[in-house]
């Protein structure tokens, strides 16, 4: 696949088919996340593959999903939850971490969702998650700071793009076949060219 079918390919997924993936292609979209740039190539960010069914479930009820559209896009445990977690977590070196490493994080998160599609895989993004639970479950290190989880597994659903222009609603929905739709400005929309 060309990048931009990978491009035009990657949809946030939210619905699973109830299957484990295997951990080498897990190691392959963390390793997609090595190659991610990172301010001042710090490289703190540190991962969490989570497999492990018991620890999958438990990481799941701590996630939030598609708040637009509750309760049609939350997936059901055993039913089309997400088969596995990457947690992505940053060595703190201060009480307080840098915007850039929350750069660093999307950076990563955007490498992981593009070998996702390669690997005909889905993901979801996740900032809604009770990150207290999530640390303790995960066994964070004190030194590092969980900053976002991405849901992993086998796509159940295909979500499509639609172009719209300035003034037309952002909002994602559901047709009446269940399918997500997901709006997305064109490039005339959001852009000044000087
Ligand atoms: C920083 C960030 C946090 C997100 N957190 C969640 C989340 O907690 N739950 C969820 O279902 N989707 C989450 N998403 C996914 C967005 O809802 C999704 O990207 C958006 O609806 C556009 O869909 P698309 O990814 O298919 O383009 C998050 C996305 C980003 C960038």
Redesign the pocket.
């Known amino acids: 696949m060309d990048f931009s079918a990978i491009l035009r390919k990657?949809?946030?997924i939210?619905f699973y088919r109830q299957m484990p993936v295997a951990e080498k292609h897990l190691l392959k979209l963390v390793e997609s996340a090595c190659h991610a740039p990172s301010a001042a190539n710090n490289q703190v960010l540190r991962y969490t593959v989570v497999r492990t069914p018991d620890l999958v479930q438990a990481v799941f009820y701590n996630?939030?999903?598609?708040?637009r559209v509750t309760p049609r896009?939350s997936p059901q445990w055993g039913v089309n939850a997400p088969t596995a977690f990457i947690a992505i977590s940053a060595v703190k070196n201060g009480p307080v971490l840098s915007n850039m490493v929350y750069a660093d994080a999307?950076a990563a998160v955007m490498s992981i969702s593009f070998a996702a599609v390669e690997e005909k895989l889905g993901c979801?993004?996740?900032?809604?998650?009770k990150a207290k639970e999530v640390t303790e479950l995960l066994a964070i290190p004190e030194t590092e700071q969980i900053l976002?989880l991405v849901a992993v597994g086998h796509p159940a659903e295909t979500?499509v793009?639609d172009t719209i222009q300035q003034g037309e609603s952002v909002a994602?929905y559901l047709d009446e076949f269940d399918r997500l739709h997901?709006p997305?400005y064109s490039v005339e929309a959001i852009t000044r060219i000087l």
């Open positions: 990657r949809r946030t939210r996630t939030s999903y598609a708040g896009r999307g979801c993004w996740i900032g809604a998650f976002f979500p793009e994602y997901v997305k």
